[in-house]
């Protein structure tokens, strides 16, 4: 069974600080999605990462893929409280193109 | 546009009632999903679709069903709703190919309550 897990589930930071958000999962996979998630909102795609190496940028976020450690990172770089939401990594390693998530990191930045 | 839609946005209902929820995707996508939310934020999926293969999710109770009139909608049938079948339910859907990143992107949800 597939599994992705996350850490922190949960992080509280001030603004203008760095920090990174990791993604473990279970077995070998050749994509790995970042989604954002506000409160009472539905999840809009941030990235997509499509072979070990990879790495994007918008803002100030930037996601990256190691596939032979099964690692993502998604590092936050001087953060606003604009990015305050939750943060959700999912890998694409099931039957039918199913999406495994890892359990969400809720990240409040504060002012 | 509206992407990816969905009907109601709020289901209030008693347990034992059968309920339906209808989502439909304008992107032209060949797969359709539906996905659990629970209470603590954790995204389950339920099934995936394509007009070729439905592909259900073990854990999932026979009582939901998907039913897909045609490409563009994938509805989800509740029978019998039991208390723990409160969630936020999404729809999602993407363009399935070897070559490309088969983003899913998602509707915006139905928050289901089971009185």
Not at chain 1, 9 to 30: A, P, R, V
Not at chain 1, 48 to 70: C, H, I, P
Request: hydrophobic share 35%; aromatic share 10%; glycine share 6%.
């Amino acid at each position: 069974e597939l599994k992705v897990e996350q850490n922190p589930l949960f992080l509280s930071m001030q603004e203008g600080k760095n920090y990174t958000i990791y993604c473990n999962y279970s077995t070998t996979s050749d994509r790995l999605y970042w989604y954002r998630q506000d409160p009472g909102k539905s999840l809009e795609s941030l990235f997509v990462l499509l072979s070990n190496g990879a790495v994007k940028q918008e803002g100030r976020l930037m996601a990256s893929l190691d596939t032979k450690a099964r690692l993502s990172t998604l590092h936050i770089t001087a953060a606003v409280h604009d990015l305050s939401a939750t943060y959700f990594c999912a890998n694409h390693g099931g039957a039918g193109n199913m999406l495994t998530f890892g359990g969400g990191t809720r990240l409040m930045v504060k002012p | 546009d509206t992407a990816v839609s969905q009907t109601p946005k709020y289901l209030v209902t008693q347990m034992g009632n059968d309920k339906s929820i209808k989502c439909e995707q304008n992107l032209g996508h060949d797969t359709m999903y539906w996905y659990k939310q629970d209470s603590k934020k954790f995204l389950k999926i339920m099934f995936s679709y394509n007009n070729k293969e439905l592909i259900i999710n073990e854990t999932v109770p026979n009582r939901f069903s998907p039913k897909s009139p045609d490409k563009a909608h994938l509805n989800l049938h509740i029978n019998s709703l039991e208390l723990g079948d409160s969630a936020v339910y999404f729809c999602a859907s993407s363009q399935v190919r070897i070559s490309i990143s088969n983003e899913q992107f998602f509707g915006p949800g139905t928050r289901l309550t089971v009185l």
